[in-house]
């Protein structure tokens, strides 16, 4: 297996100063973004191996608080290829001669393309979904293949890791299944690359199959390919889409034998005596699990809200262009803008709050922009991929205004700390072998980042609480609080805050219910 790699690893002794996702950020506007090499942080990227240039399919930000500024890019030639968007990046004028300025290493993961990417287990590992029918896991540190996933019978589109136990993932297949899997499996046989692989703890076929019915008139089978897979917040729901139609679907991992909830657009009249079917490209959802996206080949980004799905999509985000189509589209993660690749060149950003408002358009690309991704620990910056082999980094020229208002959306979910976040608040370094070390040291001389403090403070989550709730609470007797608690599990809300001593309860319970 090729392995290239430069002097300058990340994957080192990194603290974190922050744990991202348990504070709110301060809110910045998106209307004054660039890619051009001004300063560190923007610029193009060439896509080329060997001088052979080659079309990325998706990009990702490391979603940790270690190393936000890591960026994964696959490509059609099966290469990874990791970038350091902290670095003076080329512009568009000098991005062939720059391609390797600031790429910190790659290699050939897989014989075929990569369609999806995702970062796991707090940036040490990652997932590459291809069209070898396989996915495959990586230790992003050592970039060596730890574990084989093998069951699709098609190429691999979509892989999605669970929010809080990355072991659990799941993944979606062109040959119209998703497949659920259990990495503290033993992986049990070997492939033809010696690799060990694991088999689905639960695979279903034909997920968004139409029935005969409903298929063309020659009678010709549609599309059937998953082309997002999405772990909802509850950690038990998926959400599911397919290339047949806008129906975005909703399974209980618990009982996978039908889907519990499904929803779509409304249907709009039409003289033709058939409807067109547009099919979902992707799927994503914010950091509070409340809100959830899917660009739809209709041209349109729908934002559905998870608790009331039955309602259809509550905003609907439009391409300009007529003919194109929405290829990608991700929320920020605070829920406040809509960023979306389009067929037609452009990349767009809404403001979710005023859909009806113009977009801010990011010019530049020459080909359809394939895949988009935002930044974790920048609001204001972005990624954009697209067939014209480049990749283009955003970062908002000037600062816009601030808002330290908390969004209302981060109240109607609360997380508990995992062990793993609690680790990274007390500072304690990951391992790291002797090598890595002296690679992270050499970068370091390069690249100048602020220490971090030596000791944090153990940080505690806790709901804010007025003085007179908290003393009422102890003047209810056991019948009152026994009807509050039955009042609070019968809401909505109690799907994403499930309260106290109740038996856990997912957004396909409460639709059960009702």
């Not at 033993?186 to 639960?202: A, H, K, Q």
């Not at 409304?266 to 660009?295: N, R």
Request: net charge positive; charged share 25%.
């Amino acid at each position: 297996m090729e392995n290239r790699c430069r002097p300058s690893s990340f994957f080192g002794d990194l603290r974190s100063r922050e744990l991202n996702g348990l504070r709110v950020r301060k809110r910045s506007h998106l209307g004054d973004l660039s890619s051009d090499a001004s300063g560190a942080g923007a610029g193009v990227l060439a896509i080329e191996h060997d001088g052979e240039p080659s079309p990325p399919t998706a990009v990702s930000f490391c979603k940790s608080s270690r190393n936000p500024h890591l960026l994964a890019v696959s490509d059609e030639e099966g290469y990874i290829s990791f970038y350091d968007t902290r670095r003076s990046l080329p512009s568009y004028s000098s991005c062939w001669e720059g391609a390797g300025q600031a790429r910190v290493c790659n290699w050939i993961a897989h014989s075929n393309a990569i369609f999806d990417i995702c970062w796991n287990k707090e940036d040490n590992q990652i997932l590459t979904a291809s069209g070898d029918q396989h996915i495959k896991i990586w230790n992003a540190e050592k970039r060596t293949c730890t574990g084989s996933l093998a069951g699709h019978t098609g190429s691999v589109k979509t892989v999605c890791s669970h929010s809080s136990n990355p072991d659990l993932v799941v993944s979606g297949s062109r040959d119209g299944s998703f497949a659920l899997w259990d990495l503290r499996c033993s992986f049990s046989s070997t492939n033809r690359f010696g690799e060990t692989c694991l088999s689905p703890i639960s695979l279903v076929n034909d997920a968004h199959a139409l029935t005969q019915r409903k298929r063309g008139r020659r009678g010709k089978a549609d599309s059937k390919s998953i082309t997002s897979v999405l772990y909802l917040k509850d950690g038990i729901s998926i959400a599911t889409a397919g290339a047949v139609n806008s129906v975005v679907k909703f399974w209980d991992t618990r009982n996978l034998k039908t889907s519990i909830i499904q929803t779509c657009p409304a249907a709009e009249p039409s003289t033709k005596s058939e409807k067109i079917q547009h099919g979902i490209t992707s799927l994503s959802q914010d950091s509070y699990g409340v809100s959830l996206a899917a660009s739809c080949r209709d041209n349109r980004i729908y934002l559905y809200d998870v608790l009331k799905l039955d309602r259809g999509p509550i905003k609907i985000f439009s391409g300009s262009k007529i003919g194109s189509f929405f290829v990608k589209s991700v929320i920020s993660l605070d829920g406040a803008h809509i960023l979306g690749g389009s067929s037609d060149d452009n990349a767009y950003i809404w403001q979710v709050r005023r859909p009806e408002s113009a977009p801010t358009i990011l010019k530049g690309h020459q080909g359809e922009v394939t895949s988009v991704d935002w930044c974790s620990s920048e609001l204001g910056k972005v990624v954009t991929s697209s067939d014209d082999f480049m990749v283009r980094v955003w970062k908002m020229n000037k600062d816009g205004c601030l808002n330290t208002r908390s969004p209302a959306a981060i109240r109607k979910r609360i997380i508990a700390p995992s062990v793993e976040p609690r680790r990274l608040i007390l500072d304690e370094p990951p391992t790291c072998s002797a090598s890595m070390k002296d690679n992270f040291q050499a970068m370091e001389a390069t690249v100048h980042e602020p220490s971090s403090p030596a000791q944090c403070k153990v940080v505690e989550f806790r709901t804010p609480e007025s003085g007179r709730k908290r003393s009422s609470s102890f003047l209810m007797d056991g019948k009152e609080m026994q009807e509050s608690l039955e009042a609070i599990s019968g809401s909505p809300s109690s799907v994403l805050s499930p309260p106290p001593s109740t038996k856990r309860r997912t957004i396909l319970d409460y639709y059960h219910s009702v």
